[in-house]
């Protein structure tokens, strides 16, 4: 099924990248000829937003810092059909652009990732690589995501999942948001390959591998309490379980072979752990039904917009 009487956007979050953001611009532009080009540039101190301006794309500005707070104000601000997400640094395919497009009308999709093949060995630094696939595995246990390439900063999205995406992410952990938002809402998903390769000379990464490595567990971390309370609290109380037992059982084998409790600092912080155990896992039971619901209400937000096929129909090619 063609994306033709669709309203495309293709949304462009930058941040000095006056070496790369002309090759992207052009080349999305002639992939996708009835596109609009958004680039929203994110306080650059380079000529991004002139060059930028000049290859043809609408210009915008962002003053908080933070790729997380450009994709916010970008979903906010652009109304469309159907959304390309891309970065500005030259790195993606941009003429696999419209078999993206076309498989998300197509299959009735709300997020296909553009799953990265690399072609030069330059293009993924080590530690990205590494990085990619831990948290990648660790989200695919975690909310039973079906991604390979969940930190892929090359994605099309179903208008329905860009007006219902609740974001708080600032920095690079807004991938893993994305991901995690179309795992729990249960949206039709889906990857497709696309080359990827090293950046242009003079345009350099913005991505530090610990920090925003780190930036990215504390997100999985965080979601998994918003969204998955019971799991994250009964894990706590395991651990805390774990301990008193670990603790205990000299006090309880000393107990059984005199009849005496010695330690009664040990017995009482057992106790305690105990106790704590059991609150924690309380306070899961009561914060999943708190998660249920609002998923319920995100799920109601989420189906207030049609389908890309259903909008496809209402919309035919003029």
């Known amino acids: 099924m063609s994306s033709s009487g669709l309203e495309i956007a293709v949304l462009v979050p930058c941040f000095n990248e006056e070496a790369a953001i002309k090759k992207v611009v052009e080349d999305f532009r002639a992939a ?65 652009a419209p078999e993206l497009v076309d498989r998300l009308v197509a299959e009735n999709l709300d997020m296909v990732v553009g799953r990265r093949i690399e072609t030069h060995q330059a293009a993924y630094r080590a530690g990205h690589r590494l990085g990619n696939a831990v948290l990648t595995g660790l989200v695919r246990w975690l909310f039973a995501a079906n991604i390979v390439d969940m930190l892929s900063g090359y994605r099309v999205f179903s208008r329905r999942f860009v007006k219902s995406f609740p974001s ?104 305690g752990l105990i106790l704590m155990a059991f609150i924690s896992v309380a306070t899961g039971l009561i914060l999943d039904l708190v998660s249920h619901v609002r998923r319920e209400a995100k799920r109601l937000a989420y189906l207030e917009y049609p389908s890309p096929r259903a909008t496809k129909r209402a919309r035919p090619a003029q």
């Open 32 to 96: 996708l000829p009835t596109a609009t080009v958004y680039v929203y540039d994110n306080n650059s101190t380079d000529r991004t937003s002139e060059v930028a301006a000049a290859a043809g794309a609408e210009v915008r500005k962002e003053s908080r810092r933070g790729k997380g707070n450009v994709v916010r104000r970008m979903f906010n601000d652009i109304e469309a059909d159907i959304y390309v997400m891309v970065d500005g640094d030259d790195t993606y395919d941009a003429a696999r």
């Open 168 to 271: 708080f992410s600032r920095e690079f952990e807004i991938e893993t948001e994305l991901t995690v938002h179309a795992m729990q809402m249960k949206m039709p998903v889906d990857e497709v390959d696309t080359n990827y390769k090293e950046r242009p000379p003079g345009s350099t990464s913005k991505l530090r591998t610990f920090r925003d490595g780190w930036r990215i567990l504390l997100t999985i971390t965080n979601l998994m309490r918003n969204e998955r309370p019971l799991l994250f609290f009964s894990l706590i109380g395991l651990a805390l379980t774990a301990t008193a037992v670990i603790l205990g059982v000299p006090v309880i084998s000393t107990y059984a072979n005199t009849g005496l409790v010695p330690r009664f600092p040990t017995a009482i912080l057992c106790t």
